[in-house]
Every structure is written in structure tokens, then in C-alpha cells.
């Protein structure tokens, strides 16, 4: 089991590699550099910047500096934000960001799980028809229609939430039920689909024979069964957070790293761009890391074996 | 009669006659208490059970008119090839046949004196567990993956028994070692996968003995098991009915598992009984075409090698909307007209609890004794 | 024990006469209500995204200034026309833009990204799978490595770099910028088609009739192609339904972003973020779009699924 985590641990290693040298060589094959304004800068003046900042040596080297810098923690000057390192940047960004991806997680698996087993339990009766409305609207709506139709009803119309920003609970709710619609969606159908299958299992048979009570028969024998292949879609759940979250930003002017990520794409921000490209990519590596691991925790054949 | 049911599809017109006392009695849900039983002859009395599948292609009748009875203490073997109607029989007795999309729909199952199809569904599942017991095919599948098998034991024990913990799992200790699990103290903690097929389906006898049932239904125990170790859980089922004093119902296809372990024996072919007797009557002296069908299947010693094994031709009928005729009839070497004509009954033969259901054999028929 | 053996002559087996998997499936979905509005709806969407420039009441870019300053001379104040004004059935937006000609525009751009992105996932996936199914051990391998970092990656980020990253050049500008949406969105999302694809040249492999073809004598290539994708096929083709959804709204993210599709092309996208601006008195600039969006979703969504029940049966039920 502890060889299995580290194994799934290292693996994240040559993926971050590969991530990076793939987002380094796109930044690069760019026309135009960090400096790009508006108004062009004499020719001078940009090639000084770049002498200063090693824009001019070779490609290989610049990234070899960065990887260096990177491994160390430093995550390198932002060139558009010249008087503050990507540091910096991060730090402020991130737990927003962060707090924002844990409530909709949370959202979604509160919500998700009981309605699934409710769907199955209440099979082909109003639980199930309920369930599965609410399923399809989470899928065909997509993120950003959905926070924008929140705001137009809960905002706009009723009052109720403010349309944006980031400053105490009430800001809280619309994004994260924006955020969370899609993976309440799938968790429900996943598990309501799994807690069908567990029914006909010839375990459950052997439990009613032995006189149990419905309840504990559900409980105890159903629902854990359920779950387990339904861990399997938490990590792209998760992955689908990460980069759902951004887009929810936007939508509700949310001062989260994903704002600073998509201002860094147009201004071609090179260190705040390689920076946040790699954490975005190491959170979904090790998310999934340890969905992987609570799979095989969860399963006793997987864990005891 | 038609019995409403919303499940009939549009294409099963099918018509089940059934008398109106038992309609009436299937329908009202008067409550029988478990408290107060009549003193009862035999442990289990079977009379004219019908168990349907109510499925989109029509109604199958899977168990029709079925009856038989099982002492206290007794070991009775239930056998036929598969879709006969066994496993189902066994169901219904428990009251465990999946509903959607199956239902008892008429007899009486009188368990210890109580009329099981007239209790509360709270009752019979007290009942299930505690007095009646049951070993299913698969051990595989029929035990619970994420739950140790320490607590499967247990379970019916505290559910029933009002054990403390402590008492409940020395009990189960006790009961691990009765059915032979070395160590039995180490493995409470164990899953199901970590035992072999064997030990397996040793956990599940136990988990049926837990609360010391007066019956226990065994459904094809061995049937997913090697062969080498077939045998050795048969004797254990055989040691601790005999030293319990409890009543089996064992389920099998194979003869010569029957042979062995019961006292009696039904044969059952497309949902019925077509023979029912002691394993001495069955053997000696069959009265059932199928029922010699089934011993001149098995190989014996003297077979030459290189010789077909030798099969009854055919295949079993489709258990939907049957015709009134002998089931066996189209598969039946000594088939005449009247069996085409009218489905025979169950009628006694020479020795007294000997019956067989089949024209040519009966005293007026065309084969000779 | 009686053996199975074939039924006697005269004795009636009931048994469903198969009348082929394409057939049978077809049977299937035609009893499934769902998945019947679903092709209908799929099918109209095809309909209006091909002939869309056709039944337009006006050119998607076309700017009605007249019909602008003659509502503000009415007294409605200057902004988007309401549905049902001065000629335009579901109203215009700011610039005098007729909000039905552009959804319709949107319809084809979201037809286009359905047909094309599915057209590259398939000339991805399904080689590498098949190379990785058929030539198992150490290219498998590999191969599996390799999607397991594009699996990694995440994907929005990825398609959001290569866009910004080659908006300027050629291949990005080329049909208004959708084909290297297509293109990006396409090669983010192969690695489930390239699974699938392996996972059932994996299983058939070891089937019976593979070895007896190959005993024969026959080419592994023929094998391939005669044998194992037809009946693989039908998995694929659920999966590609059901990926047309996932395409669907990258793109409409993408636009809404402000990446992806240029002006004045109207991915539904695009109209929403436009029409954000005016949510308070006009809402209809953003709620139709909406609408197309959630339909064209619906309607995949509920063919897919209609078509994974039809192609196996034994699946329904579960995911």
C-alpha cells in the first residue's frame, strides 16, 4: 500500500515536467514578447529589459534558470506586475481560489451522494424523477450559463445575493452553486447507477435472509458498496474544480488566481504564466493521487491484498 | 380468477385460477403472531405454493402447485435440473423472492405452525435469520466485500439473539471453529477475499447456524466449490443438522449429493413435482420417466469409454402460459396421446409416501411395474 | 444429469429472432421516447446549422441602425430592440444585430465544433488505441504513459494557451479562428475514444475467432479492420455522441472568455458575455443563447444515451 502511494506520488514528477516544457515552448513560440503594449517600446529599452531579465539567451538555458528557481520556490519576477514577484501574486489569489474550490467540492458531494441513493432507493418513483431532472440540467447547462442565470434570478430580480466580489458569505453562495451543478450532476447519476447495481447483488440477498432490517441492510451493506466505484469520478471531479473555477471567477468577479491567470495569458506574463500552469497541474496530479489512494483505502480487496 | 397486478404486461393474458378462500387469504394482511403457535406435526408443510414472475414477455410460472412437507429434524432434497422451480420453492418458503418482478401467488407454508403467508412482514423477518437459515450457491458473491466476516456472523446473532458484544463474538468463535476454520479468534478481522472457496462457503454455514435455526435452506452448496472439497462441506452441513437437530432443505441437480445427504427426496421438473419418495424409493424403484432419465445420465463403472454419455433430449419447457399436458411429455420416450391431453397428478405408488406424476406408470398404465 | 441438447422436433423455443446488431439496436431506440427527441433535435440543429445563412432574416453582422433609431425615436431609449420589435422576431442587440440571424450563426459554429472536434478526436484516438490494443506490452505502455500526462494537464488551460499563443499566426486566424479551437479542443479530449479503443482491441484479441482468423493465416491489418472495429464500433459511437456535449461547451466557455471564435461571428458563446451587459433590462440577449446551448446539449446528451441503452441493453441502468 505505501509502495503503491509513493509510486502514484513519483509519477506526478515526470508530469509536471512534461507540463512545463510544453507550456514553456508555447509561451516562446509567441510573436511578441512580455512587453507588448500598446505602445511599442523603442528598441533599445525592450532589448535592456530583456538583457535584465535573460529574455536573449538561449531557450534551453532560460529554462533550465527557470526550473531551478522553480524546484527552490521561487516562482520568478512577474513582468507585467514589475514592482512584485508571482510570490507574491499566488499567495493572494490562491486561498480564495481554494476556498471557493473546497465549498463547491463539498456542495457537490453533500448533494451529489444522497441524491443518488435517494433516486435508486425511491427507484422509478418521484425521488428518481426529481434526481434525474436535476441531473440533466446540471449537464446541459454550462458553468458560466448557470452562474449567469443565478445571477439573473437570485441577484437581479430577487435581490437576494449580491452579483459579485468576494467579501463575506453572502458573496459565497452563487459561485459555489455555479461551480458545483456539473459534478452534483454526474456524482448523482454515478451513484444512484451504482447503488442500482449493488441492489441485485447476491450479498444483499444473504443479508435480508438473515433477518436484517431494511435500514441496516441500506446502510450498512448498500451504501457502502455504492460508493466505492464512485470515488473513481472524484478526481476528475476535481480537475473539472480546478479549471471550472476560473471560469467563475470571471463570471462573478471573483479576485481569485484565476483572474490573474487569464490577464496573464493575454500579456504574456511568462513567470506568473509557468507558475500558475504548474500548480494548476500539480493540484490536479496530486487530487488525483489521492483519490487513487482513498479508492484503494476504501476497498478492503485493494487494501488487504 | 385473474389475480390484479400492475406488473402483467399488455401481450400475458395469462389466468391463474386460484379458489377465493385462498384469494382472500393472500390478500388481507391479518397478522399472525409469532408468540402463540398450534403445535405443529412437521416442521414445514408446503401446500400448493405457485410463485410467478410477473416479467414484460409474460407470466412465468416458475413454481406450480408445488407441495411437500419436511419433520423436524429431516433432511429433504429438492432435485431437478436448472429452472426448474427449486431455488424458487426455497424463496418463497423464506418469503424472499424478488418482488418486483416475482410473487407467491397461492398455497399455505405453515413453518413450526405458523402460517408464514399470513405474517406481518416485520414478523417474518424475525423469523428469517433466527429460525430459518440459508447457505446460497455462491459464497463468492453472497458475502459482503467491505464487511468483515466476523461482523456478517454476528450480525444475525445481534440482531436476534440481544447478545452483547463480547457474548455475541465468542459466539462466533464458537460457531468458526464448529465449522472448521483454524484460528478462528485471528480471522474475525478478515474479509471474504482473503479465504478460499471452501472456507468461503464454511463462513456462510455458519452465518445459517448462527442463531441455531430449526431449518436451514441449503440452495446448490457445493455447486460452485471443487469437487475435492464438495464433499467434505456436504459432511460438515450433515454433521451439524444431525448434531442441532435441525431440518434441511437441501437444493442440488446432482443425484448423488442426494443420495448421500437426504432422507427424502422431491423431483421437480418445469415448476412441479413430478416425484416425491425416500432415496431408497428413488433409486430402487423409480416411477418417473424423468427420474430415469436422470439416473441413466449418470456415468457408472461399467460405461465403455468412447460412448456418448447418455442425455435426455430436449430441453425444458418455456414456464410461460404452460398447456394443460405433461411437462415431461415432449422429451418422454413413452409419451402417448393422453399425456398430450391432460396433465396427470400426483398419485401414490406401492410403497405409501411414494408418488409420481406420470400416466404410463401408474397401476392402468402402459408400463409395467 | 441431463445435458443440453437441441430442441426435438414439434417442441416450440420460444426465442427472440435476432435481426442483426445494427437492427436490433435501431428497434431499441426507436422504443426509447427520450432519445427519439433527442435525434430529432440533433437533426434540427444539423438542419439549421448547414442552411442556417440561408433562412436568416438578416446577415448575422448586419447592423440595423435605422430600426435603432427608431425605437429611441419611439421613446424605448437607445439599446437592443425587444423581441418582436420593428421587424426583428427575437429582438437585436446594441448595434442593430438581429439576434435570430446570429443564433442561427451560433447554431452553425456549434455544429462545426461537434463534426470537427469528434472528426480529430477519431483521427487520433483510434489509431493510437488500436496500435496500443493490438501491439501490446512495451508501446502500449507507452502509449498509455503518454495519455496519462495529456490526461493530466488541464485541459481548459491548455486549450486557453494554445489559442492566445498562435491568435496572431495563420492557422489561428483561419475561419475566424475555429479551427484551431477544433483543433485544441480535439486534442485535449482524445485519450477517452484512444481507451476505448484499446480496451476492445484488447478483449477481442484474445477471442477465439481471432486466433482461428490468424491460424488461416490472415494479416493482422485485416484482422483489424474486417473484424474487430465493426464490432467495436458501437461503443465508439456512443462515445463520440456523448463527447459532442463536452465540445459543445469548451467552445461556448472559450467564447464566453473572449478566446476562441472572432468577431462578429456569434457563437452562443460570445452572444452571452456580449449580452451580459444589458441583463437587467434585456435579458433576452442572454437568455436565448442559453436556451440554444442547454438544447443542443439536452439533445446529444439524450441520443447518447439512447444509443448506449440500444447498442447494449445488458448496460442499461448503469452509467
Not at chain 3, 484499446?198 to 485485416?222: C, H, N, P, W
Request: glycine fraction near 8%; aromatic fraction near 8%.
Amino acid at each position: 500500500m505505501i509502495r503503491y502511494i509513493t509510486r502514484r506520488l513519483l509519477w506526478i514528477i515526470p508530469v509536471l515536467f512534461a507540463v512545463s516544457v510544453i507550456t514553456f515552448l508555447l509561451m516562446h513560440a509567441v510573436p511578441g514578447g512580455p512587453w507588448a503594449r500598446e505602445k511599442a517600446l523603442p528598441d533599445a529599452v525592450e532589448a535592456r529589459l530583456n538583457a535584465k531579465y535573460g529574455l536573449d539567451q538561449p531557450l534551453y538555458e532560460q529554462y533550465g534558470r527557470w526550473a531551478i528557481a522553480f524546484a527552490t520556490g521561487d516562482l520568478g519576477p512577474s513582468y507585467r506586475y514589475q514592482d512584485r514577484t508571482v510570490n507574491d501574486i499566488v499567495a493572494d489569489g490562491f486561498w480564495v481560489t481554494f476556498q471557493l474550490g473546497v465549498m463547491a467540492f463539498g456542495l457537490a458531494v453533500l448533494v451529489g451522494i444522497p441524491l443518488g441513493i435517494l433516486a435508486a432507493l425511491g427507484h422509478n418513483r418521484w425521488p428518481d424523477y426529481l434526481t434525474t431532472s436535476i441531473s440533466i440540467l446540471g449537464v446541459t447547462t454550462p458553468s458560466f450559463v448557470l452562474g449567469i442565470l443565478l445571477i439573473v434570478v437570485f441577484s437581479v430580480q430577487l435581490g437576494w445575493f449580491p452579483t459579485g466580489g468576494w467579501e463575506g458569505p453572502e458573496t459565497w453562495v452563487l459561485p459555489t452553486i455555479a461551480l458545483a451543478g456539473f459534478p452534483i450532476a454526474v456524482i448523482a447519476r454515478y451513484t444512484r447507477a451504482s447503488m442500482l447495481e449493488v441492489t441485485r447483488k447476491d450479498y444483499i440477498r444473504t443479508a435480508h435472509s438473515k433477518g436484517v432490517r431494511n435500514q441496516s441492510v441500506v446502510s450498512r451493506h448498500m451504501i457502502r458498496n455504492a460508493l466505492i466505484p464512485v470515488v473513481t469520478i472524484l478526481g476528475p471531479t476535481l480537475a473539472f474544480l480546478v479549471t471550472g473555477s476560473f471560469i467563475i471567477e470571471r463570471v462573478f468577479n471573483i479576485p481569485g488566481i484565476g483572474q490573474f491567470y487569464l490577464n496573464a495569458i493575454s500579456t504574456r506574463d511568462y513567470s506568473l504564466l509557468m507558475a500558475m500552469t504548474m500548480l494548476y497541474a500539480f493540484a490536479v496530479a496530486f487530487l488525483n493521487v489521492v483519490v487513487d489512494v482513498l479508492y484503494a483505502y476504501i476497498d478492503p480487496r485493494i487494501r488487504y491484498s | 380468477m385473474t389475480i390484479p397486478n400492475e406488473q402483467t404486461g399488455r401481450d400475458a393474458p395469462t389466468i391463474v385460477e386460484v379458489s377465493p378462500a385462498d384469494a382472500r387469504r393472500l390478500v388481507t394482511q391479518e397478522k399472525v403472531s409469532l408468540d402463540k403457535r398450534p403445535k405443529a406435526e412437521k416442521l414445514l408443510t408446503v401446500k400448493g405454493l405457485s410463485t410467478h414472475f410477473f416479467t414484460p414477455d409474460g407470466v412465468v410460472q416458475a413454481v406450480d402447485d408445488v407441495s411437500f412437507e419436511l419433520g423436524y429434524g429431516e433432511t429433504l432434497g429438492l432435485v431437478g435440473e436448472s429452472g426448474c422451480g427449486k431455488s424458487v420453492s426455497a424463496l418463497s418458503v423464506a418469503r424472499l423472492v424478488p418482488n418486483p418482478p416475482g410473487r407467491i401467488v397461492a398455497g399455505e407454508i405453515v413453518f413450526d405452525g405458523i402460517d408464514i403467508l399470513r405474517l406481518g412482514e416485520d414478523d417474518m423477518r424475525k423469523l428469517r435469520g433466527k429460525e430459518i437459515g440459508f447457505i446460497f450457491q455462491d459464497p463468492l458473491t453472497s458475502l459482503n466485500p467491505t464487511l468483515t466476516i466476523g461482523y456478517q456472523i454476528a450480525e444475525a446473532i445481534k440482531q436476534h439473539m440481544g447478545l452483547s458484544s463480547k457474548a455475541a463474538t465468542d459466539r462466533v468463535v464458537e460457531l468458526l471453529s464448529k465449522v472448521g476454520i483454524p484460528r478462528a479468534k485471528d480471522r474475525l478481522k478478515d474479509y471474504p477475499h482473503q479465504f478460499s472457496g471452501g472456507m468461503r462457503q464454511r463462513v456462510m454455514i455458519a452465518i445459517a447456524l448462527s442463531c441455531d435455526p430449526k431449518l436451514i435452506l441449503a440452495d446448490e452448496p457445493t455447486t460452485a466449490l471443487d469437487v475435492t472439497i464438495q464433499a467434505q462441506i456436504l459432511e460438515l452441513i450433515s454433521l451439524l443438522s444431525d448434531e442441532f437437530h435441525t431440518a434441511v432443505l437441501l437444493i442440488t441437480h446432482d443425484l448423488g449429493i442426494a443420495a448421500g445427504m437426504c432422507d427424502r427426496v422431491n423431483v421437480m421438473y418445469a415448476g412441479r413435482i413430478v416425484e416425491t419418495g425416500t432415496v431408497d424409493e428413488l433409486f430402487e424403484v423409480p416411477r418417473h420417466p424423468y427420474a430415469w432419465g436422470l439416473l441413466d445420465s449418470l456415468p457408472r463403472l461399467d460405461d465403455v469409454r468412447g460412448d456418448r454419455l447418455r442425455t435426455i433430449e430436449g430441453l425444458p419447457p418455456l414456464l410461460i402460459s404452460p398447456p394443460d399436458a405433461c411437462r415431461f411429455e415432449p422429451r418422454c420416450r413413452f409419451a402417448r396421446d393422453k399425456c398430450r391431453e391432460k396433465e396427470p397428478s400426483l398419485t401414490e405408488r406401492e410403497q405409501p409416501g411414494h408418488f409420481a406424476r406420470c400416466w404410463a406408470t401408474e397401476p392402468e398404465g402402459w408400463i409395467p411395474a | 444429469m441431463a445435458t443440453v441438447t437441441r430442441p426435438l422436433p414439434g417442441q416450440v423455443v420460444r426465442e427472440r429472432r435476432s435481426a442483426g446488431l445494427w437492427r436490433d439496436a435501431w428497434g431499441r431506440l426507436r422504443k426509447n421516447r427520450l432519445a427519439l427527441v433527442g435525434l430529432f433535435m440533433v437533426l434540427l440543429l444539423l438542419f439549421l446549422g448547414i442552411f442556417g445563412p440561408f433562412i436568416a432574416p438578416y446577415p448575422y453582422a448586419q447592423q440595423d441602425l435605422k430600426a435603432i433609431q427608431q425605437a429611441a425615436a419611439d421613446g424605448y431609449g437607445i439599446g437592443p430592440l425587444n423581441p418582436g420589435q420593428y421587424g426583428h422576431v427575437l429582438g437585436t442587440d446594441q448595434l442593430g444585430r438581429d439576434l435570430l440571424s446570429r443564433l442561427l450563426d451560433g447554431a452553425r459554429i456549434s455544429v462545426s465544433v461537434a463534426l470537427v472536434v469528434q472528426l480529430v478526436i477519431l483521427l487520433i484516438g483510434v489509431p493510437i488505441g488500436a496500435i496500443a490494443g493490438w501491439f501490446s506490452g512495451r508501446l502500449d505502455n507507452l502509449l498509455m504513459r503518454f495519455t496519462d500526462i495529456i490526461y493530466a494537464f488541464p485541459d481548459l488551460l491548455f486549450i486557453i494557451i494554445l489559442s492566445v499563443v498562435f491568435r496572431e499566426t495563420a492557422f489561428g486566424r483561419a475561419f475566424d479562428g475555429l479551427l484551431m479551437i477544433f483543433v485544441a479542443i480535439g486534442l485535449t479530449s482524445w485519450v477517452t475514444v484512444a481507451r476505448l479503443v484499446r480496451g476492445q482491441l484488447l478483449s477481442l484479441k484474445e477471442t477465439e475467432f481471432v486466433e482461428a482468423a490468424r491460424a488461416i493465416g490472415v494479416q493482422d491489418r485485416k484482422i483489424i479492420t474486417k473484424h474487430l472495429l465493426p464490432n467495436g464500433v458501437g461503443p465508439i459511437i456512443v462515445a463520440v455522441t456523448l463527447g459532442i456535449p463536452g465540445a459543445i461547451i469548451a467552445e461556448s466557455t472559450l467564447s464566453y472568455i473572449g478566446i476562441g471564435v472572432q468577431p462578429p461571428r456569434a457563437s452562443w458563446g460570445s452572444l452571452i458575455a456580449e449580452g451580459y451587459k444589458w441583463i437587467r433590462a434585456e435579458p433576452h440577449l442572454v437568455l436565448f443563447p442559453a436556451i440554444c446551448i442547454a438544447s443542443a446539449l439536452a439533445s446529444f446528451t439524450f441520443l447518447g444515451d439512447g444509443l448506449r441503452d440500444a447498442l447494449d441493453p445488458k448496460l442499461k441502468g448503469k452509467q
